[in-house]
T-cell receptor, first 115, second 116 residues
Framework: AQSVSQHNHHVILSEAASLELGCNYS??????LFWYVQYPGQHLQLLLK??????LVKGIKGFEAEFIKSKFSFNLRKPSVQWSDTAEYFC?????????????FGTGTRLTVIP | ETGVTQTPRHLVMGMTNKKSLKCEQH?????MYWYKQSAKKPLELMFV???????ENNSVPSRFSPECPNSSHLFLHLHTLQPEDSALYLC???????????????FGPGTRLTVL
């Protein structure tokens, strides 16, 4: 069965620290990959996405993610976090063979940035 | 402000009640989704409508009944729910271009449902 794993449930960092959030997905053929973010009191919104091409994807607010096919991973990174990055981060995977509308989410990682 | 709105934002209902959740998207999309978000569990896709036809129904109990009267509106009709159905219900929309790739989904703020 398709699944998405986010092993870090809660990450606490000081401002200016570097961030890496892990995301692994189960094998299932060709995939499209997404990171969504949910700021406190706000709706889920797209941070970045990977469909094809350069496996290093840059998103909004200085975030980037790297698709490593051999490791079934799509980790999210940011070199220097800010207090405003405090939010919940969700990795999501579309397995193309399950249909273009089917998106599988991880359980989310809560990031707390301390000023 | 999101292009996807949901009402009500909070709902408390008894197990014998019938209620409906409403979602409206103002983005001109042709696909809409219902998700369930429970604590410590991944978002679960419940229903997908593309071009107003139901595409996916991921084995959701029949006490949840979706309705998509047009491409801008989506409803989730609820009846005889159980306490374990208490969760945040999210609506999303996207543009389904018929290609073999999922485009970005835009989410609403959700309806926080509590079943007593």
């Amino acid at each position: 069965a398709q699944s998405v794993s986010q092993h870090n449930h809660h990450v606490i960092l000081s401002e200016a620290a570097s961030l890496e959030l892990g995301c692994n997905y189960s094998y299932g053929g060709t995939v499209n990959l997404f990171w969504y973010v949910q700021y406190p009191g706000q709706h889920l919104q797209l941070l970045l996405k990977y469909f094809s091409g350069d496996p290093l994807v840059k998103g909004i607010k200085g975030f980037e993610a790297e698709f490593i096919k051999s490791k079934f991973s799509f980790n999210l990174r940011k070199p220097s976090v800010q207090w405003s990055d405090t939010a919940e981060y969700f990795c999501a995977v579309n397995y193309k063979r399950t249909g273009a509308n089917n998106l599988f989410f991880g359980t989310g990682t809560r990031l707390t940035v301390i000023p | 402000e999101t292009g996807v709105t949901q009402t009500p934002r909070h709902l408390v209902m008894g197990m014998t009640n019938k209620k409906s959740l409403k979602c409206e998207q103002h983005l001109g999309h042709n696909a809409m989704y219902w998700y369930k978000q429970s604590a410590k569990k991944p978002l679960e896709l419940m229903f997908v409508y593309s071009l107003e036809e139901r595409v996916e129904n991921n084995s959701v109990p029949s006490r949840f009944s979706p309705e998509c009267p047009n491409s801008s509106h989506l409803f989730l009709h609820l009846h005889t729910l159980q306490p374990e159905d208490s969760a945040l219900y999210l609506c999303a929309s996207s543009q389904d271009n018929g290609r073999d790739a999922l485009d970005e989904q835009f989410f609403g703020p959700g309806t926080r449902l509590t079943v007593l």
